[in-house]
């Protein structure tokens, strides 16, 4: 993520920069719809369902990662990838702020 430059901003601000950042990109948004539907669950999954290159794909992730928008369980052998509904909510309720207004 490109550095925020110091302007009295809120965690909050920070927060949400983060996660828009992270869904402005149209492969990590089909990353998460893919979690969600079940139908991927691990890196190699999603490797195996896009024409991307293998570091390609996990740099993805690991933005969805860093902006706290999905994590990582670890199995005996493998990792999963989970949705975090929190950040999600957090972003809706930002958004539905802004209608609001």
Known sequence: MRLIKPDNYLPQEIYISKIAAALSHP???????????????TRTEI???SKLSK????A????LINADLIRKV??????VLQLNFTA??????????ICES
Request: hydrophobic residues 45%; charged residues 25%.
């Open 74 to 79: 670890y199995h005996v052998h493998f990792e």
């Open 55 to 58: 570091v390609a794909v996990y």
């Open 47 to 49: 490797l195996s369902r």
């Open 27 to 41: 492969f990590r948004r089909r990353i998460i719809e893919f979690i969600m539907t079940g139908e991927v669950c």
């Open 88 to 97: 999600l909510s957090e972003m809706r309720g930002y958004l539905d702020e």
């Open 60 to 63: 993805h992730v690991q933005i």
